[in-house]
């Protein structure tokens, strides 16, 4: 508090001098406004193509909520990113709406990621580079799912989606609820996270985690197929963007995550061949173990090998001995479809958008220097965004190669 006090009395600036050197050359900046509350800033996607962005609501009848049956039906937010024709009179979207945003900064800040602050930042102004409903560019396009690290929302992942976007892919983000911390649905109605048991110290429940984010994974991919072929997915029946179903490319899929998003992206890419090739930024491939001072089993990725591109990326502030046994295992095979790359001087979530995010917040006086460090690492966000852009989009160039040109 005593923070968010002494940066009020700065109240009347109206931009602050932080500065980050971007891939495109640009710089982002935090904004302060009259309340005196920091407008954080995504850095701009680098790729010749606008951006559409639309959101799914998916109901699987076939299917009870994993941590709450009484819930009914498992039921899905997704949002799409995709190349976009004209995109006048389309509404830039923001990274959180304001409901999302209020839960934001209970659940996310302060509680699950304690390193954030919990005053003095504006979470629902933070506007992205999409414009919402534009109407998508009528060229089929390799489709990119991204299934967020444990906790977080998809909404975190929102600058890689828009530069993967921006090169001619079109991709999918996925919330997985009740252990994602806030999920919106069409109406306003909210749904924070609500895991009976905690997935990182529980093995039974780290098991269900991954066979629900790959059941989801398989869910998702059949609803886009039925978009693909001229149906509404959306369970209101919600009116999607021109040419969406023709943007989809479902020939071509890979995957991608972050955290146990990165272990789902190898086992989905193991056990449903729709996917072609992933990217497992910093997630484990192992269980936990039954019993203290045991290893934990392998995922069958990792016990067994893939025969398509896997990609593994990973921090030297975060690896650790399951780390180099699961991964190692998963490089031993010998069909040589794995490969290992690593950040420097770089932690956990600087995969996601907070790695351009947290040192604005350090600029503005919200966030110490060890916060920081303990989040995202001291890599300075010149060198990290377009790092981790550039892993994972040359991966994908390389092995699902998107159309550049405009229709």
Not at 44 to 57: D, K, Q, S, Y
Not at 154 to 160: C, K
Not at 222 to 243: C, I, K, S, V, Y
Request: charge should be negative.
């Amino acid at each position: 508090m005593a923070v968010f006090l002494r940066f009020r009395r700065f109240r009347r600036i109206a931009v602050l001098a932080v500065a980050l050197l971007l891939a495109s050359g640009g710089t982002a900046m935090a904004e302060t406004v009259d309340e005196g509350l920091v407008t954080l800033r995504l850095p701009a996607p680098t790729g010749p193509h606008r951006i559409g962005v639309t959101t799914l609501h998916l109901v699987d009848p076939a299917r009870l909520d994993p941590w709450h049956p009484d819930l009914g039906a498992r039921e899905l937010m997704t949002t799409i990113f995709y190349p976009a024709g004209d995109v006048r009179g389309h509404p830039i979207a923001p990274q959180l709406t304001p409901a999302a945003a209020e839960a934001f900064k209970t659940i996310d800040a302060g509680f699950l990621h304690p390193e954030l602050p919990t005053e003095g930042v504006d979470w629902a102004a933070t506007r992205t580079h999409s414009h919402t409903g534009a109407p998508a560019q009528p060229v089929r396009r390799p489709v990119l799912l991204y299934s967020p690290g444990g906790a977080d929302p998809r909404t975190i992942g929102t600058g890689i989606a828009e530069e993967l976007a921006s090169h001619g892919y079109v991709v999918v983000t996925i919330d997985h609820p009740g252990e994602t911390s806030e999920v919106e649905f069409p109406g306003g109605r909210v749904r924070t996270i609500d895991l009976p048991v905690d997935p990182k110290t529980d093995p039974q429940a780290l098991r269900t985690m991954l066979s629900t984010r790959i059941a989801d994974t398989r869910f998702v991919l059949d609803e886009l197929t039925a978009l693909a072929a001229g149906r509404n997915p959306d369970a209101e029946a919600r009116e999607l963007p021109e040419n969406l179903g023709l943007a989809l490319d479902l020939r071509r899929v890979g995957m991608y995550g972050h955290s146990a998003g990165g272990g789902t992206a190898a086992e989905a890419m193991y056990e449903d061949r729709r996917i072609d090739a992933a990217v497992n930024l910093e997630g484990y491939l192992d269980y936990l173990p039954d019993e203290p001072g045991q290893e934990g089993e392998l995922f069958p990725v990792a016990s067994n090998g893939v025969d398509r591109p896997l990609l593994l990326v990973g921090t030297d502030g975060y690896r650790d001995a399951r780390f180099e046994r699961s991964w190692s295992a998963m490089l031993a095979h010998p069909r040589g479809c794995t490969r290992w790359r690593q950040l420097e001087n770089a932690t956990h979530w600087v995969f996601t958008d907070y790695g351009a995010e947290a040192p604005q917040l350090q600029a503005a006086g919200l966030m110490s220097a060890e916060n920081r460090v303990r989040l995202v690492g001291a890599i300075e966000p010149a060198e990290s965004v377009p790092a981790v852009r550039g892993h994972v989009l040359s991966f994908f160039a390389q092995h699902l190669p998107a159309f550049t040109g405009r229709s």
